[in-house]
């Protein structure tokens, strides 16, 4: 707190120089091996016998811009897909888990179909949930039926709120009971308590788990296409097969990492955070 | 007048009694200290009085009134009776100014600026008005505990339960607190304290009650139950203290 001036001694002055010298050293060495291990993939992978043949039929820039926009189009259903998905996905999830955490008799028939929804849900492949609700409740020919693409979505929310109901539900089992007997000895209802204290506590602990499932429903948003709707991956095919060549695949699977990086950076610097906070008390 | 006075209780975990018809009266602003050995039921016997445990048998009465009657709302009880808890029990993701605005603003229903406006009074009363906006880990353990206790009396509780809340401090951290709960005696809190601080019950109750076997066997000013007891399950208490060197 002093704010004396305050000269640092030569010993703090040296060890300031050294760790300075050091962090421009490993900077320099890391640079060094990145680009010796680069250069000999490159030319690991281009010497191949087969490489020219390999290049014409995955890496064909003129197909790959031809393919762009239809495969463009696809991604921005995917996006759409996933941005609905993940919102449906995690307060269905929250809501099951809170249902899990009731207590008391009367609650026994609402934790009893939550639980139940968590083991069918995670049991179920995902594929066939999708064939269920796109093939199957489409055929009762009810008044008024929702588009495929709104039946997909929410097979995906079903399968996935069910692995986010665990993962809120280890949340709120992990804040330790004195915090509840604080919350309730201050004259908070179950409720208040719930939302003021264990809520924002449990989602805090598992926001990295979440946000993980969050990448992975990414990659699942595809499988809609199973159903007619046409996805990145979907219109990626349907180029492949108009023009005898793989490059549309390569260009859908580099649009899709293009897709994840912000979300994965994000996860880690959530996860980063929560570790830090961990130690830190 | 009395503000507690609870008859008879009984509380029960498995085949162990742990609270064995017990009878406890506590009149307004008199400092209650309950002293007796690891295991004897006072944290048992305060979280009782909160009504955070369900009791099997007896009645308590908060300012005539029975709380345990059949129909009574447990929040709208809790919220007349302030409790701190050995391990301070602050909640980690609140602001230390949130943490006591909390019950104010979402029990009491109190405009935000209101309750900050005497939480920042009661932080500053008590030293530690430059922390309002620090987080529970930022702070010494003591501190954590002036802030737990302040956050308890932002509902301007009729009784305040306070158990073992030094035995989780260092030495040098406890004088804070227990100067802290001198202050509040002086100003005429009611409290009921669990301590195995023979000192501090000398020095701070009005009476001291010694539990043993889910009953208070023996209770009296501390003068007497502590420097010349009549039962001899105290005399033997205190003896072992004496020997750990406590008193
Ligand atoms: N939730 C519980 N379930 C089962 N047994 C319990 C529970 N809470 C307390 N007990 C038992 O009740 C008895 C009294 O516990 P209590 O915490 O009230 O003692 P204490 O007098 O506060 O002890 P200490 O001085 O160590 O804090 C103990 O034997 C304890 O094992
Ligand atoms: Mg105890």
Known sequence: MSTTSYVPSPAQRAREEYRRRQTVLSVLIAAASTAAVGTLLAFAVTGAPGWDR???????????RDALPAVLTGLWLNLRLLVCCAIGALLLGLVI???????????????????????????????????????????????????????????????????????FRAGIESVHPSQLAAARSLGLTYRQTMRHVVLPQAVRRVAPPLLNDVVALQKDVGLVSLAGPIDAVRAAQIATAQSFNYTPYIVAGVLFVLLAIPLIAVTDRVTLRAARRQSGG | MDVLRCRGLRKVFGDQVVLDGLDLTVAEHQVVALIGSSGSGKSTLLRCVNLLEDLHDGTIELDGEDITAPGVDPDKVRRRIGMVFQSYNLFPHLSVLDNITLAPRRVHRRARAEAEARARELLERVGLGAKADAYPDRLSGGQQQRVAIVRALANSPRLLLLDEVTSALDPELVGEVLTMIRDLKTEGMTMILATHEMGFARDVADQVCFLDAGRVIESGPPSQVLADPVHPRTRQFLARIIEARRL
């Open chain 1, 54 to 64: 390999v290049r014409a039929s995955f890496f064909d820039p003129q197909i790959a």
């Open chain 1, 97 to 167: 888990a809170i249902l899990r955490t009731l207590r008391g008799p009367v609650f026994f028939p609402i934790r009893a179909l939550a639980t139940s929804y968590t083991y069918a849900f995670r049991g179920l492949p995902l594929i066939i949930v999708l064939y269920l609700l796109t093939l199957g409740v489409p055929g009762l020919r009810l008044q008024g039926m929702p588009p495929v693409l709104v039946l997909g979505g929410l097979a995906l929310v079903l399968t996935y709120s069910g692995y986010l109901a665990e993962v």
